[in-house]
């Protein structure tokens, strides 16, 4: 099952503090959650005017996340993100340590921003939704994948 994901989080070159995610499914499936421990008072600037307005304000343990997380994808999952690399960390300190990870699940994600620098760096589409909204970043990763997919294959 091929998952595209976003998360929103608060970084201080030392630690990075998941504020929420979102995940699509190629089912189409979604799910967006924001995390009662993250401590927004160490927001930078940037995320309090860019992020924190589109929070709908309703948390959920981090626990819980990782548990609704696991039974939306399963196991075997193939994650995507646009420029993974801080979402993919943000992802998998949800159970810990990578090593925790759900069995089954791989031990990285995959990059949309590679993919397209792979077919050279072509000018993806527009995201028409409100930016900064995991849920709907993570919609727009999928809908980038999918242009790219077209460009490779022709269509």
Request: proline share 4%.
């Amino acid at each position: 099952m091929r998952v595209w994901f976003d998360t929103e989080f608060i970084e201080d070159g030392k630690t990075i503090d998941l504020i929420s995610i979102g995940l699509i499914c190629e089912d189409g499936l979604a799910y967006y959650a924001e995390c009662a421990e993250c401590d927004l008072s160490k927001a930078s600037d940037w995320v309090k005017k860019n992020v924190v307005p589109n929070l709908n304000g309703r948390k959920t343990k981090r626990a819980k996340i990782a548990g609704e997380i696991v039974r939306m994808v399963g196991i075997n999952p193939e994650f995507w993100a646009y420029y993974a690399d801080y979402d993919w960390v943000a992802l998998c300190q949800l159970f810990g340590t990578m090593m925790d990870l759900p069995k089954g699940w791989p031990m990285y994600c995959r990059d949309v921003k590679q993919f397209c620098d792979s077919l050279g760096n072509p000018q993806l589409p527009n995201q028409l939704s409100t930016e900064h909204n995991a849920l709907n970043d993570a919609v727009w990763t999928r809908d980038a994948w999918q242009f790219l997919m077209d460009k490779r294959d022709g269509a």
